[in-house]
């Protein structure tokens, strides 16, 4: 597991290919699935940073038991818009353009199925995002109602304003909706029509396997989001009453129409990192991946159940007592292939000799922090403790975990990991030590103090509060700080090495996948001849398998 | 204007064909062994059925919506004075009308697989007037409705769902002019081809919600 770094491959690349990987291609609409995927993760993080500083300043406030920094209408919009960008406008196309990048160069394709329609995708996403921060703009300010935006709060909004802040997030949220299902209907052909030879579904990596499964969920769960969206834009703005319980609508629907999207919209995010686990781990363990075809069928089988949890959202919304038991049962049952993954994994790095290179450590740490989040999952599912503990921050510190410390440490581990693919560059190895260990201390430092708050009584969505809680708030707050500061030596690290790193070979990792076969960046049509795929995706160690790498022919000439 | 259109079969569809029908386009565009990315045809009939899925996942969360609130309010559904979308003759005739269509625009597009550009331009011109009939039909109705958008629960759902299925006529009446249109175009056969089919699925599956959306709205009476 070495740097290795050879001055040939650069000669040995087509002259063409230094051209065509000119920076400005990135800003121009560009039908190139790789170009696209940059566009996609370089666009999200940005608003992961907004995002962030929104955050930043929720904590800020949470610090002291008054509310003295924000007003409230202020604190409102902040945490709306702060939980709105995380999920639609970082995590979710953050996936996506990930996706974009690697699922055809793992598949051995050319392009994804339909490129114009991958390159409208994207093109939607940043004009939408920035209408929806334009709305702080406004002079009522942002949606304030959540990210849930549940009526007939999200209809309480001052009359003669026909353009205001709640309409504004409806807009935006069905702009990028529309970005995300039309990105599904590419993901979904691309996978049953793009492999190469000798790719059955059985030969995919655990990667693919999940970008299927959680774009399969955006295709069947994400219209009902849109439905409803569209349902409460006509009661806001065209007098319907769908939703308004004074004149006889139901908002309890929409809470249905929303959670059928809104909780398998967790797995949306979910599952690409549990993939990215699937690919990091074995690579950094020299193990083939434990139960590939378990964990392959989990990640289906992980889509299948969380169609049907939704209500476990609504144990509280006068849900009746059969109903909260039947979705008891299928919460829970969740857990059945997502315990499949995790113990495949923890299979995977037994007994074996751990490279604890940077992306090892966030995929390690990610995995770990997994088990947190996942079992404060499960206990959130019994109907009992969900009662007691519901609308406090013990919920916020169970999704947390889950969004931040598992999914957001996964696409960190997949930067690093696939970085010298993507760049054809080194990253710095000390400096993303430093990121790693920044971030996991100030995550956990971070949200662990929010499941003691919750189990105490601190409610959720508040700007100020007993003081009691002060203690575990000021730690909380803290640790948001310190994790605010670790994305400095990242950005400093990309930056970086993509203008000074030292050229990387093709395969650093020396990392079986299909998509480590061809040049570091890959040329414009990924491979010089489509590959014949005849092994299994992870045979890391199997002699039968073994390859010498075209530049380790370099080294050895040498 | 059939220059350049060379005949493959003449004989009208058998039977066997029609039976086979499902069997065969699922063995045609569900590629599970995988590797036919030159396929462009089944490629992007694919992704329009997988897309056509998406959307009638809308359709199915306003019918939700419907059918929750309709159980809910069933006293007090229709406001004082207001009976409601009736089930007339004229709407019937309306609904009779789109139906059949799906009849004319199927064969319409095997013409064109067997190279008869004649007949099919014929079929879809007469698709294309039963759908206009169809969205002037609706107008027709709307405008003679003792209700409005905002008339209570009832008016809420009929307009927006009958509103949201007209745009997808409308867009399908689009469609089938801009396919006409090509048609007349030299040299137009292998690139209005794919069109031609997703514009027929796309008209199936808009018939299709119709038949849900008139059982609902006008059969189903408290």
Known sequence: ?558 | MNRGVIHVDESPIPLERWRRYLPNWLKRYLPVRGGRAEDHHGKAIFGFTVFLLSESIVFLSFIFTYVGLRLTHSENWLPPGISGPELSNFVIINTIVLLSSSFVIQPAENALKHHRLNKFRWLWLMTICMGTYFLIGQGIEWSNLDFGLSTGLVGSTFYVLTGFHGLHVLTGVILQITMLVRSFRRGNYEKGHFGVSATTLFWHFVDIVWVFLFSLLYIWQA
């Open chain 1, 1 to 558: 597991m070495t740097h290795d770094s050879s001055e040939n491959i650069t000669e040995d690349r087509e002259p063409q290919n230094e051209s065509e990987n000119n920076w400005r291609r990135y800003f121009s609409f560009s039908t190139d699935h790789k170009v696209i995927g940059v566009q996609y993760m370089v666009t999200t993080f940005i608003f992961f940073l907004i995002g962030g500083l929104l955050a930043m300043l929720i904590r800020a406030e949470l610090i002291t038991p008054q509310s003295n920094v924000l007003d409230r209408p202020l604190y409102n919009g902040l945490f709306t818009l702060h939980g709105t960008i995380m999920i639609f406008l970082w995590i979710i196309p953050f996936n996506a353009g990930i996706s974009n990048y690697l699922v055809p160069l793992m598949l051995g394709a050319r392009d994804m199925a339909f490129p114009l329609l991958n390159a409208i995708s994207f093109w939607i996403l940043p004009p939408s995002g920035i209408l929806l921060i334009s709305s702080f703009l406004l002079p009522n300010g942002t949606a304030q109602s959540g990210w849930w935006s549940y009526p007939p709060i999200s209809l309480q909004i001052p009359p003669g304003q026909p353009i205001n802040g709640e309409f504004i997030w409806i807009v935006s949220i069905v702009l990028i909706g529309i970005s995300s299902i039309m990105g599904a209907v590419n993901f979904v052909t691309t996978i049953f029509w793009m492999r190469a030879p000798g790719m059955t579904f059985f030969r995919m990596p655990v990667f693919v396997w999940s970008v299927l499964s959680a774009q399969l969920l955006q295709l069947i769960n994400l219209p009902s989001l849109t439905g409803a969206l569209i349902l409460l834009l006509f009661d806001l703005s065209f007098g319907t009453q769908f939703f308004k319980p004074l004149e006889n609508g139901d908002p309890i629907i929409y809470q249905h129409l929303f959670w059928f999207y809104s909780h398998p919209a967790v797995y949306i995010m979910a599952l690409p990192a549990f993939g990215i686990f699937a690919e990091v781990l074995p690579a950094f363990s020299r193990n083939p991946l434990f139960g590939y075809r378990s964990l392959a069928v989990a990640s289906l089988g992980i889509a299948v159940v969380s169609i049907f949890v939704w209500v476990h959202h609504m144990f509280t919304s006068a849900t009746p007592s059969w109903m909260r038991i039947l979705f008891m049962f299928t919460s829970m049952l969740v857990a059945v292939p997502t315990g499949v993954k995790a113990f495949g994994w923890t299979a995977t790095v037994w007994k074996s000799k751990l490279h604890l290179e940077t992306p090892m450590l966030f995929a390690m740490g990610g995995a770990a922090m997994f088990l947190l989040g996942g079992v404060t999952g499960v206990m959130l599912a019994a109907v009992p403790f969900d009662i007691h503990v519901h609308n406090t921050y013990f919920v916020v510190g169970h999704f947390h975990y889950i969004v931040f410390n598992t999914i957001t440490m996964a696409i960190f581990a997949a930067i690093y990991y696939w970085f010298p693919k993507i760049t054809g560059r080194m990253y710095a190895e000390g400096w993303g030590k430093v990121h790693f260990w920044l971030t996991f201390i100030g995550a956990n430092l971070t949200f662990f103090p929010m499941l003691p708050l919750g189990l105490q009584g601190m409610v959720r969505r508040i700007s100020s509060y007993d003081p009691r809680y002060q203690g575990w708030n000021v730690i909380a707050s803290l640790g948001g700080f310190l994790l605010g500061v670790s994305i400095l030596p990242f950005i400093a690290n990309m930056i970086g090495s993509l203008l000074y790193g030292q050229r990387a070979v093709n395969n650093p990792w020396h990392a079986t996948g299909l998509e480590w076969q061809t040049t570091s960046p890959p040329p414009r049509d990924n491979f010089e001849e489509i590959p014949v795929v005849k092994r299994p995706p992870y045979d890391y160690g199997d002699p039968k398998y073994s390859v010498i790498e075209p530049s380790d022919y370099h080294q050895g000439e040498k």
